[in-house]
């Protein structure tokens, strides 16, 4: 296993299967020494700095989020000529991965896009959206709970986060077995898997025509609901988008924050399962609970790090970066620089400042979905609690409690667990 005095030179972060499973004490020994590190192999510049982060986030107009699911190696299909390429890659966005999803979008068409997708996660339609949550885990509950035991990844996690997003987006209930059988049957994508292959867009097809269908039903015919909101809403200068546009806006919410959503469940639940002090802690008390996904996102972040482009030279953390270079945002490693949270290898729920972590981004790309992947996560957690007495790591999959052995998504970009077996002591009504 990777420790923190390895030298840079031995471990290739892209394809070592053990900074894979566990990259923490890789994102220690990187802080230490280089927050801002041009790795040698393939020439990507990897920031693990949390300020240098934010310089990068905040400054979309030097560096492009293209590539940001792509991977280390981008063959750029032309030539770099002068100091801005922002004209030219737009004009080869095709080339790239996920090319027509939001998370890769920069303004101003960006801007466009997310105003729609911000039209869609309002406070009030997540307030809306909270009974629906509440009852969707009391539903899921009823059928494990009396079990015993469960495999908790794909017994709850999926099932649970892909009905969180359809209420969310006004799916008719009729429509969630489909949504169901289309996403919850199949794992979900890896983005970045150690053979460094290209990731090709996720297959959402079906999702695009769905909702296509759904908007163009709205659009000939607006009901008093959200599907109609959603086929109604217009860009800021008041134009229409094509129904593939807004199709393909509502699917990124299934296709990105379904699965890191289930990510975060599933370390906060080992977490919980594996330490019974912290778990009695939060039986106390509920309120704790926030405050503990918080510091959860800071030390594992589901999503380890995203891609960007430069445009045009620039400086960071003392190199200098030509037009384009690979530049890779390691947000897992973000959450444990000393400069900005003390102790940072010390899980603290009570943390004052856990909630300035990167794990949901900064800037123009901030996650929007992250309030409901809060808002899923707590009210997981606080109705196992009141609905147990007692979860517990399953010994026969997982190991004893010193020689822990975890399913891990093996990625670079990904943390969380492909399966997480788990046993209850079901309280008593």
């Not at 430069?310 to 959450?335: C, D, F, I, N, Y």
């Not at 729920?349 to 909630?355: E, L, S």
């Amino acid at each position: 296993m990777t420790t923190v005095d390895t030298s840079l030179t031995d471990v290739d972060f892209f394809t070592d299967s053990d900074v894979a499973a566990k990259a923490e004490p890789w994102f220690d020994h990187m802080l230490a020494n280089h927050p801002v590190f041009r790795e040698p192999k393939y020439g990507v510049v990897i920031v693990t700095g949390y300020d240098e982060a934010l310089q990068v986030y905040h400054q979309p107009d030097v560096y492009s989020s293209i590539n940001r699911t792509g991977g280390p190696i981008v063959d750029l299909p032309f030539e770099i000529v002068g100091d801005d390429i922002s004209q030219i890659l737009e004009q080869h966005r095709t080339f790239f991965s996920n090319h027509d999803q939001i998370v890769t979008f920069d303004p101003p068409v960006h801007t466009d896009h997310r105003a729609i997708l911000m039209g869609l996660i309002t406070p009030k339609r997540l307030k809306e959206n909270e009974q629906f949550l509440k009852d969707t885990a009391d539903r899921f509950l009823d059928e494990i709970l009396p079990q015993g035991e469960a495999e908790f990844i794909w017994d709850y996690c999926k099932g649970y986060t892909i009905l969180a997003v359809a209420d969310l987006l006004g799916v008719p209930v009729e429509d969630h077995p489909m949504l169901l059988e289309l996403l919850a049957t199949e794992p979900g994508p890896v983005l970045g898997n150690l053979e460094l292959q290209a990731n090709h867009h996720s297959s959402i097809e079906r999702l695009y025509e769905y909702f296509v269908a759904r908007i163009e039903e709205r659009r000939a015919d607006p009901r008093d609901d959200v599907l109609t909101g959603m086929a109604l809403a217009t860009f800021p200068d008041g134009s229409s988008p094509e129904p593939i546009e807004v199709a393909r806006i509502a699917s990124n919410l299934f296709a990105a924050g379904q699965e890191t959503t289930v990510q975060l469940m599933g370390i906060c639940m080992q977490r919980i399962a594996d330490d019974l002090e912290l778990q009695e802690l939060l039986r106390n008390d509920f309120t704790l609970i926030p405050k503990f996904i918080e510091e959860t996102l800071r030390v594992e972040a589901p999503i380890k790090g995203s891609f960007r482009l430069t445009k045009r030279p620039t400086e960071l953390g003392g190199l200098e970066l030509a037009p384009g270079t690979v530049v890779m945002l390691l947000h897992g490693a973000s959450g444990r620089d000393g400069r900005i949270f003390d102790d940072p290898s010390r899980f603290d729920v009570q943390r004052p400042n856990a909630r300035q972590h990167l794990a949901f981004g900064r800037g123009i790309h901030t996650c929007p979905g992250a309030p409901l992947a809060r808002a899923e996560a707590v009210f997981t957690i606080q109705r196992f609690l009141e609905r147990t007495t007692g979860i517990h790591i399953d010994d026969r999959h997982h190991g004893s409690a010193d020689e822990r052995e975890w399913d891990l998504i093996r990625s670079y970009k990904f943390r969380g667990h492909t399966h997480l077996y788990l046993q209850y002591d079901e309280a008593v009504a």
